[in-house]
């Protein structure tokens, strides 16, 4: 069974900082990865989605990776604004079948201090 | 486009009462997803849709509940009778073509259900 972890659940940075937020999980037999925004109250939104041919994707700010082999993706988000709190969602789709699932991490909450 | 509209957004209700949370998904989408989210368990699929048919319900937790969608523009999902340990934020998502890797979700604003 696919088990999606995301370390550190919280995490509270001045504005300006660079950060890392990390997402590992223990079947390497992933179609992609994907990563989620959700701000409080409200659904998801997608901010990068991994395919498992590739290594890393860009979004502005953001920058994804993912090692397949070792079971591991991080989000790296540059010059951190408060806009940017909100809940980060890690979430795999497993190959070989069910290749429509999304098993989610429990997420990490970011606050960015002015 | 108006995004994946879900109704109600907040749902009390007592334990033992029927409740149905509706879903419109994007225009265009094949696939609908219903999740649930909570602080235990995390996100979690309760049932997929695939051109309006059900592809995947092993997620549902139980007979209490169940899901249609008659139609390509429209899903329900019931509990019947509502408990107090069913008492989550469930989620409807739509998806072009799921299943290609490509493709991501798009969720709806959720429906936070309590049941006293």
């Known amino acids: 069974k696919q088990e999606v972890t995301q370390i550190p659940a919280a995490l509270s940075v001045p504005e300006g900082e660079n950060l890392v937020l990390n997402c590992s999980f223990t079947?390497?037999?992933?179609?992609?990865l994907q990563w989620f925004r959700q701000d409080p109250g409200k659904g998801l939104t997608s901010l990068l989605l991994?395919?498992?041919?590739?290594r890393e994707q860009t979004s502005g700010r953001l920058n994804a990776s993912l090692d397949k082999s070792s079971g591991r993706s991080t989000l790296y988000i540059a010059a951190s604004q408060p806009g940017d709190s909100a809940t980060y969602l890690c979430a795999v789709i497993r190959s070989g079948g069910s290749n429509y699932k999304l098993t989610f991490g429990k997420g990490t909450l970011l606050t960015v201090n002015p | 486009d108006a995004g994946v509209i879900q109704s109600p957004r907040h749902e009390v209700t007592e334990m033992g009462q029927e409740v149905t949370l509706r879903c419109k998904p994007i225009?265009?989408?094949?696939?609908l997803f219903w999740y649930r989210q909570t602080m235990m368990r995390g996100l979690e699929l309760l049932i997929y849709?695939?051109?309006?048919?059900?592809?995947?319900d092993s997620g549902m937790p139980e007979d209490r509940f169940s899901a249609k969608m008659p139609n390509a523009s429209f899903s329900t999902l019931k509990i019947q009778p509502s408990e107090p340990r069913d008492s989550a934020v469930y989620f409807c998502?739509?998806?072009?073509?799921?299943?290609?890797?490509?493709?991501?979700?798009?969720f709806g604003p959720g429906t936070r259900l309590t049941v006293l």
């Open positions: 225009s265009g989408h094949n696939s």
């Open positions: 998502a739509s998806s072009p073509r799921p299943g290609t890797g490509t493709d991501t979700q798009y």
């Open positions: 991994i395919q498992s041919s590739q």
């Open positions: 079947d390497s037999a992933i179609y992609n």
């Open positions: 849709f695939n051109n309006n048919v059900p592809i995947d």
